[in-house]
């Protein structure tokens, strides 16, 4: 089993920039998949962005395609969540994810370990 902390969130101006961090422990990082997601005020929580177990491969949101950037270390045991060109909208709670090495990783259904969350909130 895996165990999911974020930190970095915070307050910023639109237009501003974030770096979220997903520090894990327990089993082998690579061992998972990772995703992040986020959940606004009276909204679903939202599937924002997904890396598979390597690396090698990634997903983006259309709300968030070309904005944000998710990248993992496994030596460091920790994925991360580059946010640039924020909008009043990125405003939520941000939760990173891991799904096992054997799931579909682009699929939220897949995600069964989370983190506690990290508010980001983005003023106009």
């Known amino acids: 089993q895996v165990q999911l902390v974020e930190s970095g969130g915070g307050l910023v101006q639109a237009g501003g920039s974030l770096r979220l961090s997903c520090a894990a422990s327990?089993?082998?990082?690579?061992?998972?998949?990772m995703g992040w997601f986020r959940q606004a005020p009276g909204k679903e929580r939202e599937f924002v962005t997904a890396?598979?177990?390597?690396?090698?491969?990634?997903w983006y949101a259309d709300s968030v395609k070309g904005r944000f950037i998710i990248s993992r270390a496994n030596g460091k045991n920790t994925a991360y969540l580059q946010m640039t060109s924020l909008k009043p909208e990125d405003t939520a709670v941000y939760y990173c994810a891991a799904a096992d090495i054997g799931t579909s990783w682009a699929s939220r259904g897949a995600y069964y370990y989370w983190g506690q969350g990290t508010q980001v909130t983005v003023s106009s």
């Open positions: 890396i598979n177990w390597s690396g090698s491969s990634t």
């Open positions: 327990g089993r082998t990082f690579s061992s998972y998949h």
